[in-house]
């Protein structure tokens, strides 16, 4: 998949695409994605998506996502996509007209012949563009319109917004159903404390994105992709309050039956279900046996 920006010196020709900030790249976007492929016929498919949305951009709100930068490109790859398309949040972008987003971006740049999209797609400044607009001038720029109904959960429309509240409660069940593929976390391994190496519990230890929104701190069961291969896991997001005095929060994984060393590894961690909250306790033996009873708790959910 290549990877490129709106303002790079690069005009496509005769594409299909898809346009939105797809956070989560869940079930709903990823109908979006199956369709584009359907009625490639040979063309490019093109996500074009916004770094962040105009809202953060225009209030200074840093509001955290389903996905980082990296793991959305991750998996529009793993869907097939051709070119992958960032629009910066930047002013002159914002400040395009219906008219000037789709002659400028999405035929000038972009080269669109077919254009993919849900019901509620809007678009240009101050959200004047939507399908009806796309339907209207069809003709007049040279492209089909093809909309997709939304993709529902439990007969209600499947949306970033519901999984960021399911994530938020940390229902990770009903949040990979939503997604239609795990909630992760993906980073380097680091070098900790070892402490949990000293307890014959090992962890792999990954600083979390800023932009990142994590589930509530506790323990999970997960699943670690190392280099291509999956292992069973227990995984604790929080701050260890039994041995450690910060604030900084962290993602300690213990693979299940695994002793090599994966520092500086970048790793996937992904979550399956939730086993209980982060909590104090009085020695570092009260917590490995805790650890070791949600080991066996995890083995069971297999």
Same mark, same amino acid.
């Given at each position: 998949?290549?990877?490129?920006?709106?303002?790079?010196?690069?005009?496509?020709?005769?594409?299909?695409?898809?346009?939105?900030?797809?956070?989560?790249?869940?079930?709903? =976007?990823?109908?979006?994605?199956?369709?584009?492929?359907?009625?490639?016929?040979?063309?490019?498919?093109?996500?074009?998506?916004?770094?962040?949305?105009?809202?953060?951009?225009?209030?200074?709100?840093?509001?955290?996502?389903?996905?980082?930068?990296?793991?959305?490109?991750?998996?529009?790859?793993?869907?097939? %996509?051709?070119?992958?398309?960032?629009?910066?949040?930047?002013?002159?972008?914002?400040?395009?007209?219906?008219?000037?987003?789709?002659?400028?971006?999405?035929?000038?740049?972009?080269?669109?012949?077919?254009?993919?999209?849900?019901?509620?797609?809007?678009?240009?400044?101050?959200?004047?563009?939507?399908?009806?607009?796309?339907?209207?001038?069809?003709?007049?720029?040279?492209?089909?319109?093809?909309?997709?109904?939304?993709?529902?959960?439990?007969?209600?429309?499947?949306?970033?917004? #519901?999984?960021?509240?399911?994530?938020?409660?940390?229902?990770?069940?009903?949040?990979?159903?939503?997604?239609?593929?795990?909630?992760?976390?993906?980073?380097?391994?680091?070098?900790?404390?070892?402490?949990?190496?000293?307890?014959?519990?090992?962890?792999?230890?990954?600083?979390?994105?800023?932009?990142?929104?994590?589930?509530?701190?506790?323990?999970?069961?997960?699943?670690?992709?190392?280099?291509?291969?999956?292992?069973?896991?227990?995984?604790?997001?929080?701050?260890?309050?039994?041995?450690?005095?910060?604030?900084?929060?962290?993602?300690?994984? =213990? %693979?299940?039956?695994?002793?090599?060393?994966?520092?500086?590894?970048?790793?996937?961690?992904?979550?399956?279900?939730?086993?209980?909250?982060?909590? #104090?306790?009085?020695?570092?033996?009260?917590?490995?046996?805790?650890?070791?009873?949600?080991?066996?708790?995890?083995?069971?959910?297999?």
């Amino acid at each position: 998949m290549q990877c490129i920006s709106v303002n790079d010196n690069i005009k496509l020709k005769n594409t299909i695409v898809t346009v939105g900030k797809f956070d989560g790249i869940h079930k709903g =976007h990823e109908k979006l994605f199956g369709e584009i492929t359907r009625k490639a016929n040979g063309r490019q498919k093109v996500v074009l998506t916004f770094e962040t949305s105009p809202r953060n951009f225009l209030q200074d709100n840093s509001n955290k996502t389903i996905v980082t930068e990296m793991e959305k490109q991750m998996l529009c790859d793993s869907q097939g %996509i051709d070119v992958y398309m960032k629009m910066p949040m930047e002013k002159k972008f914002l400040a395009l007209t219906p008219d000037e987003f789709v002659s400028q971006i999405l035929k000038e740049k972009i080269g669109a012949t077919t254009i993919v999209c849900g019901p509620d797609f809007q678009f240009g400044a101050k959200a004047l563009g939507n399908v009806e607009f796309l339907k209207d001038n069809e003709s007049k720029y040279g492209y089909s319109l093809i909309v997709v109904e939304k993709e529902q959960y439990h007969n209600k429309d499947i949306s970033s917004t #519901a999984i960021r509240e399911k994530i938020l409660k940390g229902e990770m069940i009903t949040v990979n159903e939503m997604l239609d593929h795990p909630y992760c976390i993906i980073g380097k391994v680091e070098q900790g404390k070892q402490l949990g190496r000293t307890l014959g519990l090992p962890t792999a230890n990954i600083i979390p994105d800023d932009t990142k929104l994590l589930p509530p701190k506790g323990v999970y069961k997960t699943v670690v992709n190392v280099a291509g291969k999956r292992f069973h896991s227990i995984t604790n997001i929080g701050i260890n309050p039994t041995v450690e005095s910060g604030t900084q929060i962290k993602v300690e994984t =213990h %693979i299940l039956d695994y002793e090599e060393y994966i520092y500086n590894e970048i790793v996937q961690v992904e979550f399956y279900d939730f086993v209980r909250p982060e909590r #104090a306790f009085e020695s570092v033996e009260e917590l490995k046996a805790q650890i070791e009873r949600d080991i066996e708790v995890c083995r069971g959910k297999r």
